[in-house]
């Protein structure tokens, strides 16, 4: 059986090229698209058309011999750097034709066609807003289609985000990513096929300040508020028994703005709360939550004697970055294989003067986690030039900016204290509202380093065979 096997993959390899050159392409750790050669080769001649020879990287030559098995991993890993490089590249990566390329991929392998659907999007407050949509709308498309019909004005569109989340057996909700500009939220929800994933509405930024700006419109009071009372009752926002009984009552009287400006005085407003998960800080083996808000990841660490240790990490006081997955092969009584894929995020940070220190946090949500600190970094590097958070906003998926690495470091509080013992966790306002939590997903080929400035663009290749497509 055996001999019959390698016969069979030695016929396999021996196929003409044309029949090899099929990639699998996972962004940001999930499986976005599948495309030839051909296909990128075309991309390339395009890009180079429309910006010339000197912008753009090298791309893999044709081959006129069959390939051999090591040609054809080479040529992946060339596709997969090529990629990597056009879409770091400010010029090339914010581009439509590029993000147009991926668009039209992702429904090509999925093999839905152009036409007029409904899509439901979720609100925090778990009610559904329908639009009607072309299945070929882009991401902003249709976080426009849904302002629209809530009657959201256009300058606070910008403001909110459109996020890919799984509902749990108990009603819980897991955010898995947030929707970009080179992906269709119909098929990107669709085709997970499980009625488990839906779209959901959230804002998008960080500062607390920028509430004033949300809350001044009707429609933006009540989507922020529905949103401070889901993460309340679902515990990301912590609070005492008086705070408790304060907010119920502002709750019963209607007064929202009011509500949520109590709301910004509580311990976590604003963050996101994280799956438990490991770190190696202040020791191996840790146990640890993590939040990401107020420009910070928060750690609340229980130590190997079941003591509880809280602590933030100031994104300003982070040198870098980095993303890195990695592949276990696990076997089956039936002998078949599986994959497991593993994520971690690694900051190295400045602990005091002089001294820097990587922390590492092993999570399936690791990019997620990257996402969140790389949007903070963009609201700073904002506010700090002086310009305009409204049009960083509505711009904001064309890209990351890029911070300056004389960035001067800010004073950091305790990295680990223990947690206050006195903070109730207040009881729930709604019964209606679920909890959240987020969890990032990678199915990367080989162990890769995604840089903090660079988690809009990790291409992972896979080469698989014709009959896969």
Not at 27 to 52: A, D, F, M, P, T
Not at 263 to 285: A, H
Request: hydrophobic share 35%.
């Amino acid at each position: 059986k055996n001999k019959k096997n390698r016969e069979k993959l030695y016929s396999l390899l021996s196929l003409p090229t044309c029949l090899l050159q099929a990639y699998n392409i996972h962004v940001n750790g999930v499986l976005h698209c599948r495309v030839r050669y051909s296909q990128l080769l075309g991309l390339h001649e395009q890009i180079k058309k429309e910006h010339g020879n000197n912008l753009v990287p090298a791309f893999p030559p044709k081959k006129i011999f069959t390939l051999t098995p090591n040609d054809v991993e080479q040529r992946r890993e060339q596709l997969e750097k090529y990629m990597q490089a056009v879409r770091q590249d400010p010029m090339l990566g914010a581009s439509e034709m590029f993000n147009s390329f991926l668009r039209k991929a992702q429904q090509e392998t999925q093999q839905i066609p152009t036409e007029e659907v409904p899509l439901e999007i979720y609100l925090s407050n778990g009610q559904k807003v329908e639009v009607n949509i072309l299945t070929s709308d882009q991401t902003e498309d249709v976080l426009e289609a849904v302002a629209s019909k809530l009657d959201l004005p256009d300058e606070l569109v910008g403001y909110f985000s459109l996020f890919l989340v799984r509902e749990g057996v108990d009603g819980g909700l897991t955010f898995v990513r947030k929707l970009q500009e080179f992906e269709l939220p119909y098929v990107s929800v669709t085709s997970l096929r499980s009625s488990e994933f839906h779209i959901i509405l959230r804002k998008s930024y960080w500062d607390t300040a920028y509430d004033s700006d949300v809350m001044d419109n009707r429609v933006g009071l009540n989507l922020l508020y529905a949103q401070t009372v889901s993460d309340i009752d679902r515990g990301w926002i912590l609070v005492n028994k008086d705070q408790h009984r304060q907010l119920k009552s502002l709750q019963e009287k209607g007064s929202k703005k009011e509500f949520i400006r109590l709301g910004q005085t509580l311990k976590y407003f604003g963050y996101i709360k994280f799956d438990p998960c490991v770190t190696d800080f202040p020791e191996k083996g840790c146990h640890v939550i993590v939040s990401a808000g107020n420009n910070e990841l928060n750690f609340q660490v229980k130590l190997p004697n079941e003591q509880m240790k809280e602590g933030s990490f100031k994104v300003t006081r982070m040198r870098c970055w980095r993303v890195t997955s990695s592949v276990t092969l696990t076997s089956t009584p039936s002998n078949t294989f599986g994959m497991n894929w593993n994520l971690e995020l690694a900051f190295e940070y400045l602990m005091s003067k002089d001294r820097l220190q990587w922390v590492t946090i092993t999570s399936p949500q690791a990019i997620m986690m990257s996402i969140c600190l790389q949007s903070m970094v963009d609201e700073l590097m904002v506010k700090k030039s002086g310009g305009s958070i409204k049009k960083m906003l509505r711009k904001r998926h064309n890209g990351p900016l890029h911070r300056s690495e004389s960035q001067q470091a800010v004073k950091s509080p305790p990295l680990l204290d223990s947690p206050d013992p006195n903070r109730d966790q207040i009881v729930k306002l709604s019964t209606k509202l679920s909890s959240v939590s987020l969890r990032g997903i990678s199915a990367s080929n080989s162990a890769n380093d995604i840089s903090g400035n660079d988690f809009h663009g990790n291409y992972a290749f896979e080469g698989i065979g014709d009959d896969d497509l």
